[in-house]
């Protein structure tokens, strides 16, 4: 008997104690569910918590993305790895916290996915699955030219067709996508529609029938540079937008002077469109006979993107399709970078027919590192021995049970200018409570690298999520007892975590 029989047994006696209608609902598992499932990975790119219907945004129209959160388990209480792109993309196909695998910032310098990290693809391809990656890489150069790093295919991906970076020049007939390590050249289309459709060819052509896959997608969208075709923007180009978009909730984080608000009808329209592109994944699985016996699961790699105004501290840093940015993380403090809840809590939609009962809802925390060992456990796959996992099955989390673990979830972003987005440096979470840590002063003789490896956190905030969601209470002299054990916790996975990635030779930007 397999581990994912085993699991609809139990939600089968489950449903049979727990009222007619779920038990009526768990009772359609079919023999389907005795096969090795699909597994699918659709992670979105700063896309914000509050930015999707579902979640409440009284703007954005996502019908697709609703449909798929009705037909499945939408989570209150996801996460992303890491506070921002690269960390979070490592953590997600390793289980790490990105530290450990020399991530405390984006890919470059001496950073990259290397060799030794064992991945997802890599995990589940010893157990019969074929593999397949699509879109936004940034873990490693994929360019020929540059690279000396390994990329999808030697991380365990059998066919992959990406970019390294974001579509910097802008997300139409994108230049630069690769296919197996081959450039492509331009291709017609938004970088999310050409995924898609890369995708969906596959599914429908190109796949082994006899053995079951597992597929990352990785989306450009809505990171700027954004342009969506105009029937997408010109459905938010009017006054009632305008009166909504003044009760957004932008994180607490100070936004420009300046007026930015022609700007919001091309992120409102960026994520319809994304939103009908992953609609038109889901309706392949559909065709194909395919979507009952695959687990799909909706995420984004971090919190929203602020505009660039906050950085004119920096001197001539420029980057103005920031300004373009007008996602939302809800009720809570902080945006994409930031360690508090805003930087990395991020919607979790996850559909897998017959085994996540339609319609539910889980407030059970379910981070990024998570996703390898849970997928391991649905699969079958061997587990790692020989290095920490930070992350652990995390299956209950889909089904709004209690989840185990034996060490709080940490993120942390390498931030160290007072007048920069005035932040502290490390997160930790206990149950409903969040410590936050801020690292001693960086001197200008000091590296970067010098500073995160010589140093603790040395002053703290505690917040309790349940009462102050938008984290403006520090509660921390209220409750010493709770701060100084979580403060010590915090303290000896930030050493751990940091010895670790120093091995690893962290590159020194």
């Known amino acids: 008997m397999n581990r994912l029989t085993i699991i609809v047994l139990l939600l089968l006696v489950v449903g049979c104690t727990s009222g007619d209608k779920k038990a009526e609902d768990t009772q359609k598992v079919d023999s389907k569910k005795t096969e090795k499932p699909n597994v699918i990975i659709f992670l979105a790119d700063d896309l914000g918590y509050g930015d999707l219907g579902c979640y409440g945004n009284p703007i954005i129209k996502t019908p697709y993305i609703d449909k798929f959160a009705a037909e499945g388990v939408r989570m209150t209480d996801t996460h992303s790895g890491g506070t921002v792109c690269s960390p979070s993309r490592s953590a997600l196909l390793t289980g790490r916290n990105p530290y450990r695998s020399g991530f405390y910032y984006i890919a470059g310098g001496r950073a990259h996915l290397k060799d030794e990290e064992v991945t997802i ?24 030219d540059r690279r000396d790093e390994p990329g999808p295919g030697e991380q365990g991906f059998d066919y992959w067709f990406g970019s390294t970076l974001n579509a910097f020049e802008g997300p139409q007939n994108y230049k630069y996508f690769i296919r197996n390590g081959e450039p492509v050249g331009e291709v017609d289309g938004w970088y999310c529609d050409v995924i898609v459709a890369e995708a969906s060819d596959w599914l429908e052509n190109k796949r082994d029938k006899t053995k079951p896959f597992f597929m990352y997608v990785s989306a450009h969208e809505p990171h700027t540079p954004i342009a969506p075709p105009k029937k997408y923007s010109s459905m938010y180009d009017n006054p009632e937008v305008d009166e909504l978009e003044k009760g957004i909730n932008y994180g607490d984080v100070e936004r420009p002077d300046i007026d930015l608000s022609q700007n919001k009808k091309e992120y409102y ?30 995420t984004s790699d971090n919190g929203p993107e602020a505009p660039v105004s906050l950085a004119e501290s920096l001197g001539d840093w420029e980057d103005p399709i920031r300004d373009y940015c007008f996602g939302t993380p809800g009720v809570y403090r902080g945006m994409k970078r930031f360690p508090y809840e805003g930087g990395h809590r991020v919607p979790g939609i996850a559909r897998f027919p017959g085994v996540i009962t339609a319609g539910t809802e889980s407030d059970v925390l379910f981070n990024g590192t998570d996703i390898l060992p849970t997928i391991a456990y649905l699969t079958g796959a061997k587990i790692p021995t020989d290095r920490p996992i930070d992350g652990v099955d995390a299956i209950n989390a889909l089904l709004g049970k209690e989840v185990k673990r034996d060490a709080s979830s ?28 801020y690292l001693p002063e960086k001197g200008d003789e000091v590296s970067l690298h010098d500073w995160m490896v010589n140093n603790d956190p040395s002053r703290f905030e505690l917040y309790d999520l349940t009462l102050d969601p938008a984290q403006k209470n520090d509660i921390a002299n209220k409750n010493p007892d709770v701060a100084e054990a979580m403060r010590t916790e915090m303290t000896a996975l ?3 975590m940091r010895d670790e990635g120093l091995a690893s030779k962290i590159g020194s930007k």
């Open 269 to 298: 329209g960026t994520v319809t469109q994304l939103d009908e592109a992953f609609g038109r994944l889901m309706s392949k699985l559909e065709a194909l006979g395919i979507a009952e016996n695959t687990l799909v699961i909706l």
């Open 494 to 496: 930030w050493r751990e």
């Open 121 to 144: 693809a890599e995990l589940v391809k010893e157990v019969g699955y074929e593999t397949c990656f699509w879109g936004k890489w940034h873990l490693s150069e994929l360019e020929k």
């Open 410 to 437: 940490i993120w942390f972003y390498p931030n160290h200018e007072d007048s920069y987005f005035r932040m502290p440096q490390v997160s930790i979470r206990t149950g409903n409570y969040t410590l936050l840590g």
